[in-house]
Structures are given as C-alpha cells and as structure tokens.
Antibody
Framework: EVQLLESGGGLVQPGGSLRLSCAAS????????MSWVRQAPGKGLEWVSAISGSGGSTYYADSVKGRFTISRDNSKNTLYLQMNSLRAEDTAVYYCAKDLKMVQGVIIGTFDYWGQGTLVTVSS | DIQMTQSPSSLSASVGDRVTITCRAS??????LNWYQQKPGKAPKLLIY???SLQSGVPSRFSGSGSGTDFTLTISSLQPEDFATYYCQQSYSTRMYTFGQGTKLEIK
C-alpha cells in the first residue's frame, strides 16, 4: 500500500525557515517523480515544486522560486522541501504527491497518491 | 503561464442528478488534463487523468472528455458521497502544473 507521510510543519515567523519531510513507502520511491502542492486556508490547490526520480531535475512555481528548495534522499525514501524567507502568504497545508507513472527522467505532473498534509503557519 | 478556469464555481444538485463541470485552458494543452475530488479536511483524490482515463478504483459514473482548451467532468448519477470540491489541473506545462479554482458541489 502506498503511503506518504508529511512532517515538519508548524508556526514560524516571517523571514524564517522550515524544512518539510515526506516519508514514502509501498512503492519504488526512486522510480517516481514527486511534487509538493499547497492549499492556503479556504483556498484552492497550488502546485509548488517537483523533482524527478533521480533528483536531477527540479522545477518551482514562480511564487517560491529562489526561496524554496526541493530535494530527495532515495536511500531513505524521503522527499524534502526546504523553505526559506517565509512570508505570510506561504501559510498553507503542504501536501506531497506521487507521480502517476514511472517514466525515467521525466516528471508527468499527474498525482495519484497524496499525503495527509502538514500545516505551515507564517505569522508573528 | 497556462491559466485554468472552471465553471461554475459552485453548484447545487440532488442525488441522482447528472452534473457537468467545465474547465477551460488559456492555451491548448492537448489532453494533458486531470480531475481531482477533495472532501473537507482530506487530501485530493485523482479521478480522471489524460482528459478521459478513469483512475483505478474510481466509479464509472465519473467520466471526462475534451481536448485542446475545453474539458468537462461529468457525474452521471450523483451519489451522496460525491458532494465535494472538484479541481481540474493541467499537466501539459512541465514547469508549472496549474489547477483550476475549484467547483464546490453541494446538496440541493
């Protein structure tokens, strides 16, 4: 059974940093691209970042480019999101999500499994 | 960036009704269009991918159609568990996967 479990959320002051983790199980983690998707309170879904299975390709939404870094440790089956220079508008539930298909070196951008989400609140 | 626009933003319907939700892309995205269902406090669930392919385990009352810029999600006979918010999402632009603003489906 595929499972994705996020952790690392919490309350942080504007300008601060936080690192989110997503522990994966039930599939060959290194074979699938992964993404982070966020949802501000009462709002819609916003894709944040994606990383290929090997970690060699990464992409970011313009809203987080230069502030967030996506990475993965395939030996630990874990996805990360390092968030720096946090702003109030980054307040959201952050989900990790698995790509639907395994295509080497390619990010499909269709998400068949999602974690339960971790809440990040940026406030003074 | 590719913008995704859903209509309507909200919809009231009854159990047994046939419901259609529309999603329009700001440029052609071929068939790179996915539909998700989200219930309050839960993660989204993939329903339809590649515009018309039903995800494994999803009931056949859900169907998708369209290509290019115009797409639809149809629920043939609403069930009580279908009341939720639905999102379309384009996976054409490999560097920016945008979602529609959502359609909230409520009980009439």
């Amino acid at each position: 059974e595929v499972q994705l479990l996020e952790s690392g959320g919490g309350l942080v002051q504007p300008g601060g940093s936080l690192r989110l983790s997503c522990a994966a199980s039930g599939f060959t983690f290194s074979s699938y691209a992964m993404s982070w998707v966020r949802q501000a309170p009462g709002k819609g879904l916003e894709w944040v970042s994606a990383i290929s299975g090997s970690g060699g390709s990464t992409y970011y939404a313009d809203s987080v480019k230069g502030r967030f870094t996506i990475s993965r440790d395939n030996s630990k089956n874990t996805l990360y999101l390092q968030m720096n220079s946090l702003r109030a508008e980054d307040t959201a539930v952050y989900y990790c999500a698995k790509d639907l298909k395994m295509v080497q070196g390619v990010i499909i951008g269709t998400f068949d499994y999602w974690g339960q989400g971790t809440l990040v609140t940026v406030s003074s | 960036d590719i913008q995704m626009t859903q209509s309507p933003s909200s919809l009231s319907a009854s159990v047994g009704d046939r419901v259609t939700i529309t999603c329009r892309a700001s440029q052609s995205i071929s068939s790179y269009l996915n539909w998700y269902q989200q219930k309050p406090g839960k993660a989204p669930k993939l329903l339809i991918y590649a515009a018309s392919s039903l995800q494994s385990g999803v009931p056949s009352r859900f169907s998708g159609s369209g290509s290019g810029t115009d797409f639809t999600l149809t629920i043939s006979s609403l069930q009580p568990e279908d009341f939720a918010t639905y999102y379309c999402q384009q996976s054409y632009s490999t560097r920016m996967y945008t979602f529609g603003q959502g359609t909230k489906l409520e009980i009439k």
